[in-house]
Each structure stands twice: as structure tokens, then as C-alpha cells.
């Protein structure tokens, strides 16, 4: 279809936005998705775009989403690509557009209130009785990243945690924050009107354009809309990962842990020992019944031991409910732990009902190790769920680098209302890319293949002269190859973890010879161009774990041809996202190292092959290293 009087504005509207980037390169496949994206909005068709890397996709949304004058969500899964909203694109695109917009453009990202200092929280650490009660059985460490959060929650303006540049101990922060079970809400609360998370949702009223991640948005959907407020249209950016946002975010999660969580915040104002030494019987019952069932599925609904134990835990709360409704006191700051307490087990009976009621179409399984189990309900099809909550209640763009060809399906699009369109990458992958499969190296099946998985990673890594990405499927393998590596290579390897994400990226960008040795999570949402990456290493093929219960479960449902529905999509669609994140300019060159023989010896190696950008293919390692130092001579 040509462009029609409302394309051509769309796409003005862009070129005058990528104007104002120096050095601009002119990008056919933006204003293809821009084009598509705001005819998309004009007719009310949800729309999928695959957009190769490259393709400028977030302008290419944007743009046309704020010509359309409607109010738009714009739900991603790694806080990087948020960042990249709030900080580049979108004060790009205000500035560009001042003057031919009917009012500034207005935007905000919103989080979950754990990702808030809590006020009320620091106002009763202020308090020297509470304060000695509650930090005086916390480490050194932990005790000193308490009174740091305090100070600094003295200066910030938004009590973001995002906004630290140190990392606070996991047990630190929660001293200063809340959980969305456990907040009471700001009527109920005095802090209320200074609350830095009310704070962000009344500014997410108002504003056209509001930024939130992939389980922020799936739990306004469990909350019919009480978080995020109405909107027009919604933008799901990496939408191959949606069904597992929503999967996770619905249903429910019963663990010994989250019992004694509870009774210690019951214990913080009920002086009970025996209310609290029966949660925690209870709680050693549910351990010791989950433990030798983890990573197995339950029949539902529960029945025998299991079933006994919510039953008691259902006593217990009511229990617990009925003494902290009958304390009275004028202290504002017990007031406050007695509500927190409330809510925390309001909600816990809330899950426990919904665990003791035959729930069709729900698969209950334990999750975990025997050690640290939970006992988990998630729902088998989340297309219900999202067809009455957003298929059918406004339109849906739905981008993503690599999009599984049984998206639709996965998450219940309603067949004839939407359109997908592929928006092909700007970049030359034929000429400067290179895909390698160690087809060498044993089947991942057979058994420990470490020690040759270590010697060729080495032997790339020195041909690349460090400039490495290394991909492993699980931590057990990372710290092996670290292990075993760290002292083989000359060249600095950073592990993650060592240090959060972002400083890690940076260290890793900052010196070209470094390598970074990281899992799954570092698949997206990693953009480094230029000198310092050009090697990035998958150590197998990242197919779901087999015995997981609720992939076990979908694999049933659908039936003989589960594999080749469910797993190859799956594991095809993470191996582009780790490819993709080699090429990030024009200019560009390097290799995408597959260390599974697989690719090569198992039928279904093309059909994953051909969902990864259309690389030059080989199985030789000296055409690898070959390719390594011709890219290296390059830069």
C-alpha cells in the first residue's frame, strides 16, 4: 500500500526527530515500522513487528505514538531499554517536536513500590527505641548501607532505587522499602502525601506516555487497572518474552519462607509465642512435605498433607487477623507495622483461598531446591487473561528483534485482529558476521564436556584479543569456565554479579581487551558497539530446562508436537537475542560462536539457524579465528 496524507506526516514527523542525531544514518526499516505502526493506531489492529536490530524501532513507535494524540503505555523487560526511553528517545523526540505538538510532551517511568524508599519506613528507623530494635541484629555492612539509604533519602527527589550509583545489600533496602502486598495504601498511611511511589503513579495520570516493566504491567492487569490507570493503546517492547511476564505475574507463590516472613512481621507488634511458633510449625511441615517433590507437578486440586497444611495456614492467619485487629495504640509507628502486618496477611488469605479452590486451568508444581522450595499455581494458557484485559480493550504494538512465529497463539491474539509485518535490519550481517558451530565439541547429552567447552573458548577469546561476550545457560557452567579460565587467559574477565549490570557494561565497554563472562539475563538488553565486542559466545543452545513443570505442562497440553512448537521457538528466539548482540552499528565485524554441535548434527539446526540474522555459516574453528583476526585487523 503507498503512503497515504497521514503516512507522510507520520514520517516528516520522524525525520525531523532523527535530524537532530549526529550522524544520523537514513533507515528504511524505521519508517516502515513508523508507517505501519500509525496505520496501526488509525484502524484499532493490533500489529507485530519484528524489527531487526538496527532498525531504530523504539522512534519508529514512538513517533507515531505520540502523533496519535492518545495516552500510551510502553511495557519493556529490561530496565536498560527503559532508561533509553526516559533518557534518550523520548527528550529526543520532545525537543524535536516542540512547536508541533498541541502540548508538551510528558512522560515517567513507574515501578513497583519496592523499588521506592517507603517513608513511614525511615520515619520509624529515626526513632532510637525502633531503630536499635530493628538494625541491632544486621551485619556491619548492612547496618552501614541502612543509614547511607536514610541519609540519602534526605536529598533525593524521586527515591528511586534505580537512581543509586552504589549497590545497597538486598536486606538493607528492604529495611527502607515495602513491598506491594504489605503497603497499606497512602490513605491509610502519613506519609502518605510525601509517598515517593504515590508520588510516581499520580505523575503516571497525566502524563501521554508512561514507561513501566513487562510484570508492573501484568499486575495491573491481576488489578483490573489499579495501577497504571486508563490508557488508549500499549506497546509491548520485547514482546517475545510476554507470555512468561504474565505467567509469572498471575497466580500465586506459597513458601516456608513467605511464611516466616510474615510471622516476623506479626512479631514486630504481637509479642505471641505461641501465634508465631505455630507459623512456624507450620511452615517446617510445608518444607518437609515440598522438599522431595521440587520441580515436580502437583495434582490439583491439593488433597492429603499438602492440603492440610493451607487448611491450618488458613487457621493460623485468621488467627493472626483477629489479634491484630483487637490491638490498640496510639503510637503512629506500631499503627503503621500493625497495618503492614495486616495487609501482608490479608493477602496471604487471598492466596491460600485461591490455593484451596479447584482453579481450572492452573498447573500447581514446586518450584526451587529441596532447601529454599515453593509451592506455585501458575495458569497453563494466559490468553484469557490478556484477551479480556487488553486484546479486547485497546490496540496492542507488540516489537521485538526476534518474534517466535507461534507468538499469536502463545498469548491468544484474537485471530482475525491483528497483522504481523518483519522489518529487515539495516545491517550487512553477510559480510560482517560470521556464525561458528563447534560441531566438534561432545553433545551437551554426554555427559561433563567442560574441559573442551574451556579450551575453545580460549582459544577464541585469543584469537579475538579479549573483545569477548561469554553466554553460559546457567550459573554452574559460568563459574566453571571462569574458575578454570581466569588464570589461562591474559585478559581481564568480569563475572556478573561482581558488580550490578550497568557498571559491569561500562567497565566492559571502557577497555577493549576485557571479556565479560555472564548468563541468560545478559541475552538482552546489552549494547555495546565498536572495538571493545567482537566475540560473543553461547555455550549451548538455550532450550528450556526439560524437567521444568510448567513448560512440561504446556508441552501435554499441546501434544506430539510439542517440541517443535514450544522448545525450538523458544531456544531459536533467546539464540538470536544473544547473536544480536554482536552487530550494533554499520561498521561492526566479528563472530557469534555456538560451542553446541547440535546447530550442525540435529535436524531441527536449520530451522534455528534460519531465525538468526542471515550470517555467513561455518563449522571450522581455524575459519573462526581466521575471521576473528581479519576483524580485530579492522578496528
Known sequence: MPPNTADQEILTALHLVTSQIANAEERQGQDEMAVLVGRALRSGRHLIVQAGTGTGKTLGYLVPAVASGRRIVVSTVTKALQD?????????????????????????VLKGRSN????????????????RLELDDLSPKTKADVHKLVEWSQTTNTGDEGELDWQPQRQAWSMVSVTSEECPGASRCPQGERCFSERARNQSQTADIVIVNGWLYALDIVTEGTIIGEHDVVIFDEAHELEDVVSDSTGLAISPYRITSLASSIRAIIRDDALSGGFAKSAGRLRDVLSPMANKRITLPFDGETREILIELRGRANEALE???TITTKDESAKQRRLRSQTLCTRFVSDLDL???????????????????????????????????VWSQRTAILTSATIPVNLPDRIGLPPEGFDVHWVTSPFDYERNALL?????????????????VHDEIEELINAA????LALFTSYARLNAAYNDLNDRLDFEILKQDDLPKMELLRRFADNESTCLFATQSFFQGVDVPGSTLSLVIIDRLPFPVPTDPLMSARREAHGKSAFNAIDIPIAATKLAQASGRLIRTQTDLGVVAVLDPRLVTKGYGPTIVSMLPPMEFTNKNARAQEFLRYAVSKR
Open 84 to 108: 533509553q526511553l526516559s533518557q534518550n528517545d523520548l527528550p529526543l523526540l520532545a525537543k524535536a517536536l516542540d512547536g508541533t505538538l498541541d502540548h508538551p510532551l510528558k512522560w515517567v
Open 116 to 131: 521506592y524508599l517507603c517513608r513511614q519506613r525511615i520515619a520509624e528507623l529515626a526513632e532510637r527505641e525502633q531503630s
Open 323 to 325: 489479634a491484630l485487629r
Open 355 to 389: 490455593a484451596l479452590t479447584n482453579r481450572a486451568g492452573y498447573v500447581a508444581y514446586v518450584s526451587g531446591t529441596s532447601e529454599k522450595c515453593s509451592l506455585e499455581m501458575r495458569p497453563l494458557n494466559v490468553g484469557p487473561t490478556l484477551n479480556q484485559s
Open 436 to 452: 561458528y558451530c563447534a560441531s566438534h565439541l561432545p553433545d551437551p547429552a554426554h555427559g561433563n564436556r567442560d574441559s573442551a
Open 465 to 468: 584479543g579479549g573483545r569477548t
